[in-house]
């Protein structure tokens, strides 16, 4: 049995958790001590916020998964006591926060989800070719290109539909920033971004709406946390990485990706997309990505912001590798439980 598909059963097994997770989360009832907090913003950590909320008894966690660009908007409008965005704040958002951190929270991946009826196996995929796709330069799936790289799999002559977020999305700035760092293209024709100028596709809110999407459309392909594609049963591309490997969005690969990381800058911003080519990153994920919640220095809130965000650093990490987030690496834990002293009354 190749590694590919070692990995696959393995995410099979995590996908069962996933669904029992999820619905445990909508039954579970805990005892709250103190306090509500309203949070808002990615919709990629809402999985995890989900167990968090179901797991954390020192306050009521109030969540919206609007996506991180609202996030961000209603953190800096001090509407909700934390935002939570995958896209690090750029220096504009940073003054307009007037008094605002940006703490690694969460660590997982952006799968690439695809709807090919009757594929006789999985599919794989390399930056370039996906960056051509989103370019609306390879538009059906038994292209030559496509098909190179899926030797063994029957593709059918079917129309390529690219599904990409329709709002402000930090899995968009994710997946731009892998393809912008793959494709020099992309870099120069698209960028990088929370949004963007997309050339080719259809739209669709958030990732339950992209998941959808997806799911709805033969021939379509998309990008979103994989939690959401497990949820959805969606089947999600092997991406090959620098070392030439063939990864998959599960532990191993989002874990090897986060290696990468030796020091965190003074903004909190990190990268780990397409790590170079290196024995210790030969299995990692190209697509991974942190999180990260954003927090006024100044609040009313603060000590129950402080004592829910170093509970979810902390013990709040063991309820991720069933959604598919790795806890974050030590060097990030201390650099945010630093940061998070900060947050002050």
Known sequence: MTKVKRS???????????????????????????????????????????????????????????????????????????????????????????GCVQIPWALSATSIPYNIPGLNGRLHLNAGVIADIYLGKITNWNSSRVKALNK??????????????????????????YLSHASAEWKSKVGIGVNANWPAGIGAPKSNGVAAAVSQTKGGVGYVDVAYALKNHLQFAAIQNKSGKWALPGLRGIKSAAALIKSVPSSGELSIVNPPKAAKYKNAYPISTFTYVILPTKTSSASELRQFVFWALTNGQQYGPKLLFVPIPKVVLVYSEKILKKVQS
């Open 152 to 177: 063994g799999l029957s593709l059918p002559d079917l129309k390529i539909t690219p599904v990409y977020r329709s709002d402000n999305s930090g899995t968009s700035y994710n997946f731009t920033d």
């Open 8 to 98: 696959g059963a393995l995410l099979v097994v995590l996908a069962l958790a996933l669904a029992a997770a999820v619905a445990g989360t909508s039954n579970a009832s805990t005892s709250r001590s103190s306090g509500t907090l309203k949070g808002a913003g990615s919709s990629f950590v809402a999985p995890l916020v989900a167990q968090w909320q179901a797991n954390y008894k020192s306050s009521d966690i109030q969540y919206n998964p609007i996506g991180s660009g609202g996030g961000i908007a209603a953190i800096t409008s001090r509407t909700v006591d934390f935002g939570a965005s995958d896209a690090p704040l750029s220096r504009d958002q940073f003054s307009a926060c007037k």
